[in-house]
């Protein structure tokens, strides 16, 4: 009688035990992951929220310009447009053309790489005053705008940001 009572007493522990764990599981796999921000790395770089890119480098003596814009559309296209103004001249090259779905996703991998949405919070005024060209970079996201300049300093990873865009800018003049 007394080894009945002791099996019946080892299983209900066993059974609350069963419930515990499982609770214990169903709890971090809902919860455990929420301070996660986008998966690997733990950082959101918020690439996949950008909707169109706005590139210009002018200015210096020679008065060299040349300005791109890439606009998503309704139907994920991406609207174009390029200028151009040699140096020492007043005349302009201007561009416009429809590319397809996915021409922005060179300009999100470049902004995961870089961290840059993230080092356009982060800048901080530049300490010399060039007498030269200034790039300025602006993406545009469903509701925000990042700029960034060559006329402030960004961490050590945002450093190729400026020539790794305008090389795949130039890329897509090409097509």
Not at 109 to 115: D, F, L, Q, S
């Amino acid at each position: 009688m007394k080894f009945s009572k002791i099996i019946k007493i080892l299983l209900i522990v066993l059974l609350v035990w069963a419930v515990i764990l499982v609770g214990a599981f169903m709890f971090v796999k809902i919860f455990g992951k929420m301070h996660i921000l986008d998966g690997p790395g733990m950082i959101n770089t918020r690439e996949g929220e950008i909707t169109g890119l706005y590139f210009e480098c002018g200015g210096g003596k020679d008065g060299e310009y040349t300005m791109f814009s890439l606009k998503e559309q309704a139907d994920r296209t991406v609207l174009m447009k390029y200028e151009y103004r040699p140096p020492l001249e007043d005349s302009k090259e201007k561009i416009s053309k429809i590319l397809p779905e996915g021409t922005l996703d060179p300009f999100r991998y470049i902004c995961r790489e870089t961290e840059c949405l993230i080092s356009a919070w982060d800048s901080k005024p530049g300490d010399m005053i060039l007498d030269g060209a200034t790039t300025t970079i602006i993406f545009y996201l469903d509701s925000e705008e990042f700029v960034l300049s060559t006329d402030c300093v960004y961490p050590e990873i945002s450093d190729s940001v400026f020539s790794d865009v305008r090389t795949q800018l130039e890329q897509l003049l090409e097509q």
